[in-house]
């Protein structure tokens, strides 16, 4: 970490202006079906709290419209929190204004104030410094703990620490964020392994440029290897595949590190998302409910769609992810969603949980990756599960992340 951290910071009657992502799935009735990363946010609020300092809290949540739309209050993360601490957690009705700067000043030391949505102003994606300014009223010191949010120039992300000179810190989590993937890139255990999946490649192509020059092998799964699979000049019958960068996936497969590169050997495949078996060899009458799954992924017959690694590929994946000391997983290598399409996930997986059992390190980052986890029940057993989706993936990509460059560097 060369940020300043929250353990670097006098906290003690301190009011301590803190960027945490409560930005949690939440029902039609508004009770919130997800509280990962208000859990998560736990460990910086009670240091903060134990040191003699008052914390206010600001978040998004959502895409409100209109500026102010009530179902996209903090009020119930703000009841979560509440619940999770054990310890009152007062609700602003905005975050800034005259009100809101008299409820900050007056909060004693151990107490918590939720700001209210800061999307309810649009300045906040405009990244706006007077309205930065108004939010750093609102504290003393300044730590960031939204590594969900830190790929994002706002102003609560990015234009607010500067409000704050030689005060700007890391939060835990953050921090753990930051150690985890930048252990994992700059300085891996060897031998290092990527998995990277999802459907599209055009979102992943700077990811895999990116780890190619890094990793060990880079293993490809999921809708986005059918393009890489036809740029080979593979047949992949009406599987997922992005025409418009076959161009850049040959260009991949033509790096001097493409090599490294291993694509599903056969898949799962089946006529329709909706099938439900019985498997069917490649000669045997194809109904709609019927699935295969031992075709080749570069033989893939007419009106037949590959849907998750097959057998042999599972096979050629867990062996490598089982010998690494390494593994960085991003995006799931099927439609583990439906339960017929999800072995070559959960394989997957279930390999990442014995390397990690063997000293290996596990770092998982997208959504869909730990919306996968949660279901096979295994995210506890992983090094690693990153709370932040996109900001994952551009620290995957290589890129700078300006609610990290904005806070303050030890020494500064």
């Not at 609020?45 to 903090?74: C, E, Q, W, Y």
Request: aromatic fraction near 6%.
């Amino acid at each position: 970490m060369r940020k300043l951290s929250i353990d670097d910071l006098n906290l003690a009657g301190k009011r301590a202006l803190v960027r945490v992502d409560f930005n949690v799935p939440m029902d039609a009735y508004g009770n919130i079906t997800d509280d990962t990363r208000i859990r998560e946010s736990l460990p910086t609020i009670r240091k903060i709290m134990g040191s003699g300092g008052s914390a206010v809290l600001m978040s998004h949540l959502g895409r409100p419209k209109n500026n102010r739309d009530t179902k996209f209050s903090l009020a119930p993360a703000a009841k979560r929190l509440e619940e999770l601490l054990k310890h009152r957690v007062k609700m602003a009705p905005d975050c800034i204004g005259r009100e809101v700067e008299q409820m900050a000043s007056t909060l004693l030391p151990g107490e918590v104030l939720m700001l209210e949505n800061v999307r309810f102003h649009a300045e906040e994606e405009a990244n706006d410094r007077n309205f930065a300014a108004g939010l750093a009223k609102l504290g003393n010191i300044y730590i960031n703990d939204a590594f969900g949010s830190a790929h994002r120039a706002h102003a609560s992300t990015h234009a607010v620490a500067s409000f704050f000179p030689g005060q700007a810190a890391a939060g835990y989590l953050m921090e753990k964020e930051l150690r985890y993937l930048g252990q994992a890139l700059a300085n891996p255990q060897r031998p290092f392994v990527a998995v990277i999946g999802g459907a599209k490649i055009s979102t992943k192509i700077d990811v895999i440029r990116n780890l190619l020059g890094k990793v060990d092998r880079l293993l490809i799964g999921g809708g986005m290897a059918y393009t890489l699979i036809k740029a080979k000049g593979g047949k992949i019958g009406k599987s997922l595949c992005e025409d418009d960068a076959l161009g850049t996936a040959k260009d991949i497969m033509a790096q001097p590190d493409a090599g490294k590169i291993s694509l599903p050997v056969d898949s799962v495949i089946a006529l329709n998302p909706d099938a439900t078996g019985p498997e069917v060899t490649h000669d045997g009458v194809a109904h709609k409910t019927q699935c295969w799954k031992f075709c080749p992924s570069d033989a893939i017959p007419d009106e037949w769609i590959g849907f998750d690694i097959g057998d042999d590929a599972q096979k050629e994946f867990t062996d490598i992810i089982k010998g690494a000391k390494t593994v960085v997983w991003n995006g799931p290598v099927g439609m583990f969603e439906k339960d017929l399409f999800a072995e070559g996930t959960r394989a997957v997986a279930e390999a990442m949980v014995e390397m990690t059992a063997a000293d290996g390190i596990s770092v998982v980052g997208g959504g869909d990756s730990v919306a996968a986890l949660n279901k096979f029940g295994l995210a506890g057993k992983m090094s690693h599960v990153s709370t932040g989706g996109g900001a994952s993936l551009e620290f995957l990509e290589g890129k700078a992340l300006p609610g990290v460059d904005a806070l303050t560097s030890k020494g500064a």
